[in-house]
């Protein structure tokens, strides 16, 4: 199979979780992950991003299938549900507005930067050796933290999932996926009528 230039974006995944654990400030590259796939979605009516595109996906594609740290399981029908899919996207948005809160204290100085990464949600890593101060607002940089936080626990989700079941077992419940699908069937519907 003839191989194409973004079958090798897990290339970028990778570099960009290495940059955000040498200097945080990359971790604001990742709203591409965020904004692309939503684009693709209310332009196209596709989900072209997850099926052709995400990095995340093909890496997990990779460590999964070609060097077979995945168990090749089904995934439970529970994790494929509605309920599941749309209760953990709204858990998602309720984690990503309180990361956005924290910025936004950072930014107006009711609070002081917190240089931690915020693994699952609930552990705080120190992460001080990423950041060492710029000529920007400490706000930009605890975007960063929080932004690079829900990333690598993102990862880390997917990485259990691929382990357990199928590689890219996290695309059933990616939170980028079920959006985009919800806004490619609003986009059917709207030209159904």
């Given amino acids: 199979m003839k191989k194409h230039w ?8 990778l570099t960009y979780l290495i940059l955000g654990f040498f200097n945080i400030l990359f971790a604001r590259l990742g709203l591409l992950c965020f904004f692309i796939p939503l684009i693709i979605s209310v ?14 996906g093909q890496l997990f594609d990779l460590l999964g299938g070609r060097f077979g740290f995945s168990r090749k399981k089904d995934i439970p029908k529970w994790m494929k549900s509605k309920w599941f899919r749309y209760g953990f996207l709204i858990f998602f948005f309720v984690m990503f507005f309180q990361m956005l809160w924290n910025t936004w204290l950072v930014f ?8 931690v990464v915020t693994l699952l949600w609930t552990f705080k890593v120190p992460w001080h050796w990423a950041y060492h101060g710029t000529l920007l607002h400490p706000g930009v940089a605890q975007f960063a933290f ?23 077992s996290w695309c059933v419940y990616c939170p980028m996926g079920t959006m985009t699908q919800l806004i490619c069937k609003a986009k059917q519907k709207g030209q159904n009528t």
């Fill in 6 to 13: 973004y079958d090798y974006l897990w290339i970028l995944s």
């Fill in 43 to 56: 332009v196209k009516g596709t989900k072209g991003y997850c099926n052709r595109y995400c990095g995340r």
């Fill in 146 to 168: 929080g932004f690079y936080s829900v990333m690598l626990t993102s990862t880390i989700l997917g990485f259990f999932t691929m382990v357990l079941f199928k590689p890219r």
């Fill in 108 to 115: 107006s100085d009711v609070q002081d930067l917190k240089q």
